[in-house]
């Protein structure tokens, strides 16, 4: 029986949520870095974010998982969170949160570049080849000199997050996964949030917190950092990957640092130089590029058998034969 069409207004609420929620992330970890450590809330967001939604999913019937699918979310916890959003959190204390967000948006520019090198995908048309071209001039443009607020380590991080991202997005594809997205999800979340409180123990992060002198904006923030990027974020996002294209879905790649930026100067007092805003606007483009592009060709017949897609599948099917 084929699938209803979704309501209009759930779509537009979910694209709204992804890019209000996502984009407004990047000025919430600003705001809990100001009483909190950076490996501290990533622990504590994605540790209570994913008991909750874990929770959720097996209330609604979800399956218990079995051991596959956690050594699958151990994985792609460390991947996708544990290293993602632990060099995102300490990149942003070095550098605004709207190029953080800038910089970020630089995660098509990696899928479109390791999908067609090492999943065997179809070779980028003249249009995304040429995203990303200018996605990597952006980013020489934004580390150059005269952009005064970028620190380059605090970039590196940014661009080590988004590439750990990807990694973790491809090896999704291959990994063995609960039925239920959210129960997959939320276990992802609350092994990474172990992870990120396991590291903080051992680096003396949780020792320097006094909970007496946390401030009101560092709770707030981590308040909606758990429950609307986390929790209402990538739940929105799950959805629409099996409403819409994944096209569609990818803009919030490109609407997430413009909401940033905007917030980052209005609520955070932030600064941006006119070579900043010029690398920003060069990124995003280069961005749209490639999410509305169309493939060149699609792969013959034998490029199944191509030596950079054979070599990822032997890759990918011995680390999960070897979990």
Same mark, same amino acid.
């Given at each position: 029986?084929?699938?209803?069409?979704?309501?209009?207004?759930?779509?537009?609420?979910?694209?709204?949520?992804?890019?209000?929620?996502?984009?407004?992330?990047?000025?919430?970890?600003?705001?809990?870095?100001?009483?909190?450590?950076?490996?501290?809330?990533?622990?504590?967001?994605?540790?209570?974010?994913?008991?909750?939604?874990?929770?959720?999913?097996?209330?609604?019937?979800?399956?218990?998982?079995?051991?596959?699918?956690?050594?699958?979310?151990?994985?792609?916890?460390?991947?996708?969170?544990?290293?993602?959003?632990?060099?995102?959190?300490?990149?942003?204390? #070095?550098? /605004?949160?709207?190029?953080? *967000?800038? %910089?970020? @948006?630089?995660?098509? !520019?990696?899928?479109?570049? $390791?999908?067609? &090198?090492?999943?065997?995908?179809?070779?980028?048309?003249?249009?995304?080849?040429?995203?990303?071209?200018?996605?990597?001039?952006?980013?020489?443009?934004?580390?150059?000199?005269?952009?005064?607020?970028?620190?380059?380590?605090?970039?590196?991080?940014?661009?080590?997050?988004?590439?750990?991202?990807?990694?973790?997005?491809?090896?999704?594809? #291959?990994? /063995?996964?609960?039925?239920? *997205?959210? %129960?997959? @999800?939320?276990?992802? !979340?609350?092994?990474?949030? $172990?992870?990120? &409180?396991?590291?903080?123990?051992?680096?003396?992060?949780?020792?320097?917190?006094?909970?007496?002198?946390?401030?009101?904006?560092?709770?707030?923030?981590?308040?909606?950092?758990?429950?609307?990027?986390?929790?209402?974020?990538?739940?929105?996002?799950?959805?629409?990957?099996?409403?819409?294209?994944?096209?569609?879905?990818?803009?919030?790649?490109?609407?997430?640092?413009?909401?940033?930026?905007? %917030?980052?100067?209005?609520?955070?007092?932030?600064?941006?130089?006119?070579?900043?805003?010029?690398?920003?606007?060069?990124?995003?483009?280069?961005?749209?590029?490639?999410?509305?592009?169309?493939?060149?060709?699609?792969?013959?017949?034998?490029?199944?058998?191509?030596?950079?897609?054979?070599?990822?599948?032997?890759?990918?099917?011995?680390?999960?034969?070897?979990?």
């Amino acid at each position: 029986m084929p699938r209803s069409p979704a309501p209009t207004w759930r779509i537009i609420a979910s694209f709204a949520a992804i890019y209000l929620f996502w984009g407004a992330s990047y000025l919430g970890i600003t705001f809990a870095l100001e009483s909190l450590p950076p490996l501290v809330i990533p622990g504590i967001r994605f540790t209570l974010a994913g008991l909750i939604l874990m929770g959720l999913a097996r209330r609604a019937g979800a399956a218990a998982p079995k051991r596959v699918h956690w050594k699958s979310a151990a994985m792609l916890g460390f991947l996708m969170f544990f290293v993602a959003n632990s060099t995102l959190t300490l990149a942003q204390t #070095r550098i /605004p949160s709207s190029l953080a *967000a800038t %910089l970020y @948006a630089t995660s098509p !520019l990696w899928f479109a570049l $390791l999908g067609w &090198l090492w999943q065997g995908e179809a070779r980028p048309g003249s249009r995304a080849l040429s995203g990303l071209v200018l996605g990597f001039v952006g980013i020489i443009v934004l580390f150059g000199p005269g952009t005064g607020s970028l620190d380059p380590l605090g970039g590196l991080f940014v661009l080590i997050s988004s590439l750990s991202w990807t990694i973790g997005s491809l090896l999704s594809r #291959r990994l /063995p996964m609960p039925d239920s *997205a959210y %129960l997959g @999800a939320g276990m992802n !979340l609350f092994v990474s949030g $172990l992870f990120c &409180l396991f590291l903080s123990v051992v680096t003396g992060e949780m020792a320097q917190v006094d909970v007496a002198s946390i401030s009101l904006p560092s709770i707030l923030a981590m308040v909606y950092l758990m429950f609307g990027a986390s929790l209402l974020g990538f739940s929105s996002y799950m959805w629409l990957l099996t409403v819409t294209t994944p096209n569609r879905v990818a803009t919030y790649a490109y609407v997430n640092p413009v909401i940033a930026m905007f %917030l980052g100067v209005v609520l955070a007092g932030e600064t941006l130089t006119g070579q900043a805003v010029v690398a920003s606007v060069i990124i995003i483009g280069a961005v749209v590029l490639i999410t509305t592009a169309r493939p060149a060709s699609k792969p013959a017949a034998d490029a199944e058998q191509s030596s950079p897609r054979r070599r990822w599948k032997a890759l990918t099917g011995w680390v999960t034969g070897n979990l």
